[in-house]
């Protein structure tokens, strides 16, 4: 499923104009080169989760630091740090969309991440009820970011089975507005991909694994 999804948002990107995928791309890495190189080493979901969490709790303690110092360069810390923290919260929420639409169980993991997300949500509410002189540097941000957490709070509490269905009817939904706006063209390309990813797929699963050599055979046993 994987493959088959990341060679067809490829195809489906291909169609889309190259100022839109400027846009798409636009924002900077909210990420260290570091953790980034954690996030793809972790491929699997909780663990990948657990690495985003650690991240998050690392952005909050930075903004909780910075606020404890009067020095001029600091909202501008905290500004970064705040919208740094929105975004990984977001990535959480991709991470978990991905699995449940793989039908991943991750339970426990959505367990942990209610804990967090609540702790997270506390001491951001802390800082809006508490304003510095420099509030209205990142007061917006604040505001996002609260939102987005309060966002991912309710998602995380969601049947992870529905919100499998729900993201795989708003995929297909959008892979049908994509493939009305390509050229007769463009859309029997697309198509012909599918079909070929969708043979290799099959063909590798039908595949059983074997330690045996080419050409060696399995010899039965004599009674």
């Known amino acids: 499923m994987k493959t088959l999804g990341v060679l067809l948002v490829a195809a489906l990107l291909a169609s889309i104009p190259l100022a839109g995928q400027d846009l798409l791309g636009g924002r900077r890495d909210f990420l260290t080169d570091h953790?980034?190189?954690l996030i793809r080493v972790n491929q699997e979901p909780e663990h990948r989760i657990g690495q985003y969490l650690h991240?998050?709790?690392l952005r909050i303690e930075l903004v909780r630091q910075a606020?404890?110092?009067?020095?001029?360069?600091?909202?501008?810390?905290?500004?970064r740090n705040i919208e740094e923290y929105g975004r990984i919260i977001e990535a959480i929420d991709f991470v978990i969309d991905d699995a449940a639409a793989d039908q991943v169980d991750l339970a426990d993991t959505l367990k942990t991440l209610a804990?967090?997300?609540?702790?997270?949500?506390?001491?951001?509410e802390r800082i809006l009820e508490n304003?510095?002189?420099?509030?209205?540097?990142?007061?917006?941000?604040?505001?996002?970011?609260?939102?987005i957490t309060r966002d991912s709070m309710e998602l995380t509490l969601e049947d992870l089975g529905d919100r499998g269905r729900r993201i795989l009817e708003?995929?297909?939904?959008?892979?049908?507005?994509q493939r009305a706006l390509m050229t007769p063209e463009r859309r029997k390309d697309v198509e012909k991909l599918e079909k070929k990813v969708?043979?290799?797929?099959?063909?590798?699963?039908s595949k059983s694994p074997t330690l045996l050599k080419p050409g060696e055979t399995l010899e039965k046993k004599p009674r």
């Open 35 to 37: 953790e980034a190189d």
């Open 55 to 57: 991240f998050a709790r």
């Open 67 to 79: 606020l404890l110092r009067e020095d001029a360069g600091r909202s501008k810390l905290i500004h």
């Open 115 to 124: 804990e967090r997300e609540k702790e997270f949500l506390a001491a951001l």
């Open 131 to 147: 304003p510095a002189g420099d509030h209205w540097t990142y007061e917006f941000v604040l505001e996002d970011a609260i939102e």
């Open 170 to 177: 708003a995929d297909a939904r959008e892979k049908k507005r």
């Open 198 to 205: 969708q043979t290799e797929e099959q063909e590798q699963k």
